[in-house]
């Protein structure tokens, strides 16, 4: 488990809050930026899954910092398993005003992903290392930084693979410590910045094939069996993905390239069976376009001998 005490700010607002989060990286504990906990323990305390208790509150006074130019992941979907934390880059610009030090040891700032609405989101993701800046200018940084997926630790569940926003939050404590019984929140100054982008999170897919026999005759039938399968982040375990289509291709021996035979429909279960007439040597596949909430797919090809 790991367990913080720290500053919860959002919407002007501050709080000094307990956040627990189970985790098997208390590694990342020493790493991770205090504003990330910040941020997961307002938003816990407006609804979200992570799950925090808010115990006071106070104003604070705003900073002159906006976010521009984010990147998540390259602009790809994060696409997340079972069991493997899968961790992505994020990159973005930061703009203030030249007497606002970014790179002060009490200063955080983090980027972050929400599903719902801001003021009370489902579900939060955010990285267990805080993004390291670099200047451009007296008031413009670049900052690389990362989101981590846990997927049996951030509470994500199927109705997750979907669009996620992203918002970025700064605070300057100001030499101000919370854990000081004298702490004084009126001192830090906080900002915050909705609408920075979006990225979408799917759920991992898997395909296999099989074409038998091998070697068959010229003239005779191959059967090509397979099954389509995605994580399911409610369970955590891998079920049929049911009622997709799914192309069967082929590649002659002595071709690179693979031409589409048929597209047919997995079953009910994600099961995949078709039968073609042997021809020539080659590879046979299956290959999964993928979907909005899943990746695509192709296996590698599956030899046969045709004599």
């Known amino acids: 488990m790991r367990i913080r005490a720290t500053v919860a700010a959002l919407t002007g607002a501050l709080a000094l809050s307990a956040l627990v989060v189970p985790s098997a990286a208390t590694a990342a504990d020493a790493h991770h930026s205090a504003l990330g906990d910040v941020v997961r323990a307002a938003h816990a305390a407006s609804g979200a899954k992570t799950g925090a208790r808010s115990v006071g509150a106070a104003d604070t006074a705003p900073l002159d910092l906006t976010f521009s130019k984010l990147s998540v992941n390259g602009g790809k979907p994060i696409v997340v398993g079972t069991t493997n934390t899968v961790t992505v880059p994020t990159t973005f610009t930061v703009t203030h005003a030249a007497d606002v030090d970014i790179f002060a040891d009490d200063f955080e700032l983090d980027v972050e992903l929400y599903r719902g609405s801001f003021d009370d989101p489902t579900n939060i993701l955010f990285g267990d290392v805080a993004p390291t800046c670099k200047t451009v200018s007296s008031t413009v940084a670049t900052c690389k930084g990362q989101i ?13 693979a979907t669009t996620w926003k992203a918002v970025g ?122 979907t909005s909430t899943t990746p695509a797919v192709t296996t590698t090809g599956d030899y046969v001998d045709v004599q």
Do not use: C, M
């Not at 981590?148 to 997750?160: L, M, S, T």
């Not at 915050?192 to 982008?197: A, M, N, P, S």
């Not at 068959?216 to 369970?235: E, F, S, Y």
């Open 148 to 160: 981590d997926v846990w997927p049996q630790i951030d509470f994500i569940g199927n109705a997750d």
């Open 169 to 290: 939050f700064a605070a300057d404590f100001n030499g101000q410590d919370p854990s000081d019984p004298d702490f004084d929140p009126t001192q830090i100054q906080f900002a915050e910045q909705d609408g920075l982008g979006t990225t979408k999170l799917q759920r991992y897919s898997k395909l296999t094939v099989n074409a038998a026999p091998e070697p068959v005759k010229k003239g005779r039938t191959i059967t090509v069996t397979g099954k389509l399968t995605r994580a399911n982040w409610d369970d955590f375990a891998y079920h049929g993905y049911t009622v997709q289509p799914v192309k069967l291709q082929f590649r002659k021996k002595t071709s690179t390239a693979y031409t589409t035979v048929k597209t047919i429909k997995s079953s009910s279960t994600g099961a995949l069976k078709t039968t073609v007439t042997a021809s020539v040597d080659g590879y046979w596949r299956y290959s999964f376009a993928g």
